[in-house]
C-alpha cells in the first residue's frame, strides 16, 4: 500500500542559510534594552569574567535570583546577611543554590562546566581583595554602592561596568573612567530605580529589570539604596 506522495526532505546546498536560527547569546535576561529587546549576560563562560555594578543590592539579587534560574550556583560574601537570606532560602528550595559567606570567608567553590558559579561581592564601598577570584566558569560580581577610592581600580580591571544613578559629581568621575559621552553622563543622576547602563570596553546600552511580580514579592520594591 502506498501513502501520500509526498516530495523529498531535501536543499539545494544554495538553500543551506534558509535553517539558520536566530540565536544570541545564552546566559541570564537582566532585562531589556532601549528597542525592547532581551538583555543577556553571560555569567557561565570558560574564561574568567569580572562585572562591578555601581547600584543597589536589589539589582544585585535580582541578578543571582535569575543566574539561579539557569542552573548556576551563587556564593554571596557579605557583611549583610540579613539582606540576603530571605533570597537564600526562597532560592535553595532543599538544595544549596545560594550560599551566603561572610567578608574575607568564601571558600574555595570548586567551579567547572558542569557547574558554573557566581560569586557576588556586597562588601561596601572599599572591598577587600578576595579570596575567590574569577576563573573558568566562576565569574565575580562586585557591588559598590558608590564610587570609593577603589573604584578606579575596579572598574580598571573589570569586563563590564553597571552603572545605575549616581550623583552629577560621580557621573563625572564615571565620564572620564568609562569613556562616556555627556550624553549618558548628564543621564546618569537621573535614572529610574530600574535602570542600569551596563558598558563594556567601548560599548553601552541601557538596560531595564522590569522584575517579575514573584521577584517583587520576594525582594520588594525597586531601590537604588538598601
Not at 539558520?20 to 529587546?37: E, F, K, R
Not at 564610587?147 to 568621575?173: I, N
Request: with cysteine; glycine share 12%; net charge neutral.
Amino acid at each position: 500500500m502506498f501513502g501520500p506522495r509526498r516530495g523529498r526532505h531535501e536543499l539545494a546546498p544554495e538553500e543551506y542559510e534558509a535553517l539558520a536560527l536566530p540565536v544570541g547569546d545564552d546566559g541570564v535576561v537582566i532585562g531589556t534594552d532601549p528597542h525592547g529587546a532581551p538583555a543577556v549576560l553571560g555569567v557561565a563562560r570558560p574564561t574568567p569574567f569580572d562585572a562591578v555594578l555601581i547600584g543597589g543590592a536589589w539589582t544585585a539579587q535580582v541578578v543571582a535570583l535569575r543566574t539561579v534560574g539557569t542552573g548556576a550556583r551563587v556564593a554571596v560574601e557579605t557583611g549583610r546577611r540579613g539582606l540576603w537570606t530571605p533570597l537564600a532560602q526562597t532560592a535553595n528550595g532543599g538544595q544549596q543554590c545560594v550560599t551566603l559567606h561572610d567578608v574575607g570567608r568564601v571558600p574555595p567553590q570548586g567551579p567547572s562546566v558542569h557547574a558554573p558559579i557566581l560569586v557576588v561581592r556586597d562588601c561596601g564601598a572599599r572591598p577587600p581583595r578576595g579570596r575567590v577570584v574569577t576563573a573558568p566558569w566562576q565569574s565575580v560580581l562586585t557591588l559598590l554602592p558608590y564610587l570609593g577610592p577603589d573604584a578606579p581600580r575596579l572598574l580598571g580591571g573589570a569586563d563590564l561596568v553597571g552603572v545605575q544613578r549616581v550623583s552629577p559629581e560621580e557621573a563625572q568621575q564615571l565620564g572620564s573612567l568609562l569613556g562616556l559621552p555627556q550624553a549618558d553622563v548628564e543621564a546618569l543622576p537621573a535614572l529610574p530605580e530600574t535602570v542600569t547602563l551596563w558598558c563594556a570596553r567601548r560599548s553601552w546600552t541601557y538596560v531595564d529589570v522590569r522584575a517579575t511580580d514573584t521577584e517583587t514579592q520576594l525582594l520588594g520594591a525597586p531601590r537604588r539604596m538598601d
